[in-house]
């Protein structure tokens, strides 16, 4: 019996070619787009979950109280764990590290040579020992037991093999920055689990210093969001215990400097991936990617259901011929689902072929997203096998119900009606509008999301971005005039300036504390700082309300304010606060200009109070502005000067405008994947429309040749068919238009600038979806409108 019913089941496919390969091809579709977000849910949610002691381990942050609003970081202060360790010995381990972006190293070669490496996209760490205490690694050579001395350092196994080709790189030497000898003592694994901390090359926090050039910081008056503590709390001292005391360690060494620091909240490990204030990723984001999977699914599964309906007419007199010989109701219903089941086998095939091309797209398109390595992991095929059970129940349930309920001398009668089969146009109906719902939520997603990235690309952010150039420069007062002179030499170069980080936009921010002109207090709010050269502002167009320019200094002795600024300080007009005086660490800036407001950060944020000074010491990139042209060659002559002024660090140079786009690199993600997957939405419910209207032609065919013979023209034969599915696809709107409005106002509430959701959103949204659809219905309909009626006539 089984045999027969594969038999029979192939047999259909062959006969109803076009109906399968819309079944398969959507069903396909959606369990190949379910496995991706499956994939990227998973990489998230099982980040840094594989370390034995995740459940212990605790991250010490810090949290600003500001009169705007709280201000979270990750890091504490350099003294942080010294501290911690001293006031509660009881606390099973506390370990500090600092993180080293885009790690450049030198590695001593044959003769004296030297070849510099810089770690693109990748993290270092300075840290203690007891960090591999708490994190599992494994060693392929060596170990951390001698991170306790200066001057060492452990590397991932593919850092190794590209250094010293080979893994086993144990007691070899490089230098940190290309100038601070460190020993290698020891290899670890490359990362296979999913981890934020995935540092590939380790130097001994005992190495920091001497790395730096300069003396650390030793009190609670300076944080950096690259410092973080770790903690493993046990039975003895619990995360609870440490919410009760951290209002006494907090009130004895809170510094001036530190007066707003409220608390050192600490954060699970399991939590850090999805805590929002410090970067995270947002789970309310993961659950709308699942959701997204999950709408996909029913898609494909209502497509089924639609078509399978659609021809039951079609195999009515099959079921009549098997329940007169014998066939119950149940034998049936398992015959019409194995169909179901072999059609679901054939599109779980092509659906891993498109999961498999979708990963490698997946990497290039969304920046390395996420990674997949398991493919045989139980959870895996727990997920794919309860995906085709779901689907299977879904796609068949309903129709092995409607064909093994017919009624045997209705059905030889050739009597049942469209009507009698499942309900007729009324199911399909609210099928095809559930369909065309979620895809019209997708498409108003995708136009809103387009709109919001076309306006942060073309908004004026108040600076100039086009043919700027920057370079990180070492930390070296004596060099600056010399390169600076050289650099503008190059006929290319137009403008040169430096400044203390990137450009605006860059999220490089660093604030401070202060006190205004004759207050006795500080501020309670705190004001970002930028030390910069006095052409600076001419290299960024930035313009002057009151004022003049900063003269050439190398300390700090006068300021720029910004018009925030002005206003929080209580000023109406930017001449009020021109004389008044700025007190900062030991300086007193007089304010001499006040700048024109400018995006200092992402439109995600509000433009903060600013001030703008000279101070030589601080200045670490330099800032170009080149003729356009042969960017290559001024790329080349600047890489020239630089290595011969600066020999022992890494020449790269950056495009402003490049830094900008790189700087909603999450935004663009978040584009990629509502566009891909609005796109698969609407040609699933487009294909099951064309099965549909395939279905509505075989129908109407006689009914078409009729009304041919009585007058009726080729335009009132194509409403026939266009006047069904405009009403569905009219209410399907009505449905979508508060889902996406709702989703995508929260979403846009992350931006301080950001567009407005007019009508116009959804009347393109809305017109899109018109056009597929047409497009999708207008070739069958336009043929059937056009055959001739005799032939009509005779097809019944």
Same mark, same amino acid.
């Given at each position: 019996?089984?045999?027969?019913?594969?038999?029979?089941?192939?047999?259909?496919?062959?006969?109803?070619?076009?109906?399968?390969?819309?079944?398969?091809?959507?069903?396909?579709?959606?369990?190949?787009?379910?496995?991706?977000?499956?994939?990227?849910?998973?990489?998230?949610?099982?980040?840094?979950?594989?370390? $034995?002691?995740?459940?212990?381990?605790?991250?010490?942050?810090?949290?600003?109280?500001?009169?705007?609003?709280?201000?979270?970081?990750?890091?504490?202060?350099?003294?942080?764990?010294?501290?911690?360790?001293?006031?509660?010995?009881?606390?099973?381990?506390?370990?500090?590290?600092?993180?080293?972006?885009?790690?450049?190293?030198?590695?001593?070669?044959?003769?004296?040579?030297?070849?510099?490496?810089?770690?693109?996209?990748?993290?270092?760490?300075?840290?203690?020992?007891?960090?591999?205490?708490?994190?599992?690694?494994?060693?392929?050579?060596?170990?951390?037991?001698?991170?306790?001395?200066?001057?060492?350092?452990?590397?991932?196994?593919?850092?190794?093999?590209?250094?010293?080709?080979?893994?086993?790189?144990?007691?070899?030497?490089?230098?940190?920055?290309?100038?601070?000898?460190?020993?290698?003592?020891?290899?670890?694994?490359?990362?296979?689990?999913?981890?934020?901390?995935?540092?590939?090359?380790?130097?001994?926090?005992?190495?920091?210093?001497?790395?730096?050039?300069?003396?650390?910081?030793?009190? #609670?008056?300076?944080?950096?969001?690259?410092?973080?503590?770790?903690? @493993?709390?046990?039975?003895?001292?619990?995360?609870?215990?440490?919410?009760?005391?951290?209002?006494?360690?907090?009130?004895?060494?809170? =510094?001036?400097?530190?007066?707003?620091?409220?608390?050192?909240?600490?954060?699970?490990?399991?939590?850090?991936? #999805?805590?929002?204030?410090?970067?995270?990723?947002?789970?309310? @984001?993961?659950?709308?990617?699942? %959701?997204?999977?999950?709408?996909?699914?029913?898609? %494909?599964?209502?497509?089924?259901?639609?078509? %399978?309906?659609?021809?039951?007419?079609?195999?009515?007199?099959?079921?009549?011929?098997?329940?007169?010989?014998?066939?119950?109701?149940?034998?049936?219903?398992?015959?019409?689902?194995?169909?179901?089941?072999?059609?679901?086998? @054939?599109?779980?095939?092509?659906? &891993?072929?498109?999961?498999?091309?979708? @990963?490698?797209?997946?990497?290039?398109?969304?920046?390395?997203?996420?990674?997949?390595?398991?493919?045989?992991?139980?959870?895996?095929?727990?997920?794919?096998?309860?995906?085709?059970?779901?689907?299977?129940?879904?796609?068949?349930?309903?129709? $092995?119900?409607?064909?093994?309920?017919?009624?045997?001398?209705?059905?030889?009668?050739?009597?049942?009606?469209?009507?009698?089969?499942?309900?007729?146009?009324?199911?399909?109906?609210?099928?095809?509008?559930?369909?065309?719902?979620?895809?019209?939520? &997708?498409?108003?997603?995708?136009?809103?999301?387009?709109?919001?990235?076309?306006?942060?690309?073309?908004?004026?952010?108040?600076?100039?971005?086009?043919?700027?150039?920057?370079?990180?420069?070492?930390?070296?007062?004596?060099?600056?005039?010399?390169?600076?002179?050289?650099?503008?030499?190059?006929?290319?170069?137009?403008?040169?300036?430096?400044?203390?980080?990137?450009?605006? *936009?860059?999220?490089?921010?660093?604030?401070?504390?202060?006190?205004?002109?004759?207050?006795?207090?500080?501020?309670?709010?705190?004001?970002?700082?930028?030390?910069?050269?006095?052409?600076?502002?001419?290299?960024?167009?930035?313009?002057?309300?009151?004022?003049?320019?900063?003269?050439?200094?190398?300390?700090?002795?006068?300021?720029?304010?910004?018009?925030?600024?002005?206003?929080?300080?209580?000023?109406?007009?930017?001449?009020?606060?021109?004389?008044?005086?700025?007190?900062?660490?030991?300086?007193?800036?007089?304010?001499?200009?006040?700048?024109?407001?400018?995006?200092?950060?992402?439109?995600?944020?509000?433009?903060?109070?600013?001030?703008?000074?000279? *101070?030589?010491?601080?200045?670490?990139?330099?800032?170009?502005?080149?003729?356009?042209?042969?960017?290559?060659?001024?790329?080349?002559?600047?890489?020239?000067?630089?290595?011969?002024?600066?020999?022992?660090?890494?020449?790269?140079?950056?495009?402003?405008?490049?830094?900008?786009?790189?700087?909603?690199?999450?935004?663009?993600?978040?584009?990629?994947?509502?566009?891909?997957?609005?796109?698969?939405?609407?040609?699933?419910?487009?294909?099951?429309?064309?099965?549909?209207?395939?279905?509505?032609?075989?129908?109407?065919?006689?009914?078409?040749?009729?009304?041919?013979?009585?007058?009726?023209?080729?335009?009132?034969?194509?409403?026939?068919?266009?006047?069904?599915?405009?009403?569905?696809?009219?209410?399907?709107?009505? &449905?979508?238009?508060?889902?996406?409005?709702?989703?995508?106002?929260?979403?846009?509430?992350?931006?301080?600038?950001?567009?407005?959701?007019?009508?116009?959103?959804? $009347? &393109?949204?809305?017109?899109?979806?018109?056009?597929?659809? %047409?497009? =999708?219905?207008?070739? *069958?309909?336009?043929?059937?409108?056009?055959?001739?009626?005799?032939?009509?006539?005779?097809?019944?």
């Amino acid at each position: 019996m089984l045999r027969n019913y594969i038999t029979i089941a192939l047999r259909n496919l062959r006969k109803n070619g076009a109906y399968a390969l819309i079944n398969i091809t959507g069903l396909g579709l959606g369990l190949g787009c379910a496995l991706l977000i499956f994939a990227l849910v998973r990489y998230h949610y099982q980040t840094d979950r594989h370390h $034995a002691r995740a459940d212990q381990i605790y991250r010490i942050t810090t949290k600003f109280k500001l009169p705007d609003g709280d201000f979270y970081t990750p890091g504490v202060p350099f003294v942080f764990g010294k501290t911690l360790r001293t006031d509660y010995p009881d606390i099973a381990q506390v370990v500090m590290l600092d993180e080293w972006e885009e790690p450049m190293v030198a590695v001593p070669g044959i003769g004296g040579t030297e070849t510099k490496f810089k770690e693109k996209h990748a993290k270092g760490a300075f840290v203690e020992p007891g960090f591999f205490k708490l994190f599992d690694y494994t060693w392929l050579s060596g170990g951390p037991a001698e991170l306790d001395q200066p001057g060492t350092v452990v590397l991932e196994a593919n850092l190794a093999r590209q250094y010293f080709g080979t893994e086993n790189a144990v007691g070899k030497t490089l230098k940190l920055l290309a100038r601070y000898p460190v020993r290698v003592v020891g290899v670890f694994a490359n990362y296979r689990d999913n981890t934020d901390f995935g540092y590939t090359i380790m130097p001994s926090w005992a190495s920091e210093e001497g790395a730096a050039g300069t003396k650390l910081p030793t009190d #609670f008056g300076n944080t950096n969001s690259s410092t973080l503590c770790f903690v @493993l709390f046990n039975e003895r001292f619990t995360a609870a215990n440490w919410a009760q005391q951290m209002p006494v360690f907090v009130k004895k060494h809170k =510094t001036k400097e530190a007066i707003n620091v409220v608390f050192f909240p600490a954060q699970k490990l399991a939590d850090i991936h #999805f805590a929002t204030d410090y970067g995270g990723v947002s789970r309310g @984001l993961l659950a709308s990617l699942l %959701a997204i999977g999950l709408l996909l699914i029913g898609t %494909a599964c209502i497509n089924f259901v639609n078509l %399978a309906t659609a021809q039951a007419l079609n195999r009515s007199r099959e079921v009549g011929v098997r329940k007169v010989l014998g066939s119950t109701q149940g034998q049936l219903f398992s015959q019409f689902m194995g169909e179901t089941a072999l059609i679901v086998l @054939l599109a779980t095939g092509l659906g &891993l072929l498109i999961f498999s091309y979708g @990963l490698q797209l997946a990497q290039v398109h969304l920046h390395g997203a996420f990674k997949f390595t398991f493919y045989f992991e139980p959870s895996v095929l727990v997920w794919l096998g309860l995906l085709l059970v779901v689907v299977v129940g879904l796609s068949g349930l309903y129709p $092995a119900l409607v064909l093994a309920g017919f009624r045997p001398v209705v059905a030889l009668a050739g009597r049942l009606t469209s009507r009698q089969v499942g309900g007729g146009f009324s199911v399909r109906r609210g099928l095809v509008v559930t369909q065309f719902a979620i895809s019209q939520v &997708l498409v108003i997603g995708l136009v809103v999301v387009s709109s919001q990235l076309s306006y942060i690309r073309n908004k004026d952010l108040g600076f100039r971005q086009n043919a700027i150039m920057t370079v990180e420069v070492p930390n070296d007062p004596t060099k600056l005039q010399t390169f600076k002179q050289q650099v503008q030499a190059l006929p290319s170069v137009q403008k040169f300036s430096y400044s203390m980080s990137g450009p605006p *936009q860059s999220g490089n921010v660093s604030h401070t504390t202060f006190r205004y002109d004759t207050r006795p207090e500080e501020e309670k709010w705190q004001l970002q700082q930028m030390y910069c050269d006095a052409d600076y502002l001419g290299l960024y167009d930035l313009k002057l309300l009151a004022g003049r320019n900063l003269q050439p200094s190398d300390t700090a002795r006068e300021a720029l304010v910004n018009e925030v600024f002005m206003h929080k300080v209580g000023a109406k007009t930017p001449a009020e606060v021109l004389g008044k005086i700025i007190h900062n660490n030991g300086h007193n800036m007089e304010i001499v200009g006040v700048l024109k407001n400018y995006n200092q950060q992402q439109l995600k944020s509000a433009i903060n109070p600013l001030f703008v000074s000279t *101070q030589a010491n601080r200045y670490y990139n330099a800032n170009l502005q080149v003729q356009t042209g042969n960017f290559q060659q001024v790329i080349g002559q600047l890489g020239a000067i630089y290595n011969k002024a600066y020999p022992d660090s890494y020449f790269e140079s950056h495009f402003v405008d490049d830094q900008i786009e790189a700087s909603y690199q999450e935004e663009q993600t978040m584009g990629s994947l509502v566009n891909f997957f609005a796109a698969v939405a609407l040609f699933i419910g487009c294909m099951g429309l064309y099965g549909l209207v395939l279905f509505m032609v075989s129908q109407k065919t006689k009914e078409i040749g009729v009304r041919k013979v009585l007058g009726a023209s080729t335009g009132s034969i194509l409403w026939l068919f266009g006047r069904e599915f405009s009403r569905l696809i009219a209410v399907a709107f009505v &449905l979508a238009v508060p889902v996406a409005w709702w989703v995508m106002s929260g979403w846009l509430q992350t931006f301080q600038y950001k567009i407005t959701l007019s009508p116009g959103i959804f $009347a &393109l949204a809305l017109l899109a979806t018109v056009v597929v659809a %047409a497009l =999708t219905v207008s070739f *069958q309909s336009i043929r059937a409108a056009l055959m001739n009626p005799v032939k009509s006539l005779r097809s019944e």
